[in-house]
């Protein structure tokens, strides 16, 4: 049995996904926490009410990146979380923090990485002009939205479509990829070799989900 704590700064509706395939999948797994960096966060009412237990550590309490990094990381060795999940957590974590957690620190972005690290990706990818657009996830290096590709998922940019459009139909492929790689290490299928991730039993075709129009 694994020890999971999940991140968050938002709705948590990927926090609300794991937890849900977490239970209908039977994972060997126990979500010890759901911790948000601001106490406004509504996805903490979304977890209270799913009976996940909450935690604030609030970035804004803390004077620094190095202070709130080192609270956040003594919360989680006090957990013993094996895996931390980055679910719309909206902090850029010092690299001490993620070479402590290395290997066990996974993150979703919303782009088919490496197009569009940082914010604001979907008005980027429309600005770009782009025809597909998606989501990542993948282990985390210090590097922002870098590191071994666990899945993607890949949708369509849509005529007409705005940034609100285009965000609702790559999170909905978000709920379908995050929990899959995730079931992936809990299962201690991955491996990372020169770089990049092996999934143990999981073509390449497994690890893209095409989620388009035609
Ligand atoms: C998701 O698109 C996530 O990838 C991004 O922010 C959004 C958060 O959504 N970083 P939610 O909080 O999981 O609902």
């Known amino acids: 049995m694994k020890t999971v704590a999940i991140l968050i700064s938002g709705q948590g509706s990927n926090m609300a996904s794991l937890v849900h395939a977490c239970r209908e999948e039977r994972w060997p797994a126990r979500i010890a926490a759901v911790i948000a960096n601001r106490p406004q966060a509504p996805g903490l009412a979304l977890a209270r009410g799913l009976d996940v237990p909450v935690e604030v550590v609030s970035h804004a309490e803390h004077p620094g990146r190095e202070a709130f990094d080192a609270a956040l990381a003594a919360r989680l060795e006090a957990l013993g979380a094996d895996l931390v999940l980055l ?9 001490g923090f993620v070479r402590r957690f290395a290997g066990r620190l996974v993150n979703i972005h919303p782009s088919l990485l490496p197009a569009f690290p940082g914010l604001d990706t979907h008005a980027r990818a ?3 002009g782009v025809r597909l657009h998606g989501a990542t996830v993948h282990l985390v290096t210090p590097t922002l939205d870098h590191g071994p590709i666990l899945a993607q998922a890949a949708v369509p940019v849509l005529d007409g479509d705005d940034a609100a459009t285009l965000a609702a139909r790559v999170l909905a492929v978000e709920h379908r990829i995050f929990p899959m790689a995730v079931r992936w290490l809990l299962e201690d299928r991955v491996r990372v070799v020169a770089g990049r991730a092996e999934v143990d039993g999981v073509s390449a075709d497994e690890r893209l989900l095409w989620a388009g129009a035609r």
């Not at 679910?87 to 690299?95: C, S």
């Open 87 to 95: 679910a719309g957590f909206m902090r850029i974590l010092t690299e």
């Open 126 to 128: 429309l600005d770009a």
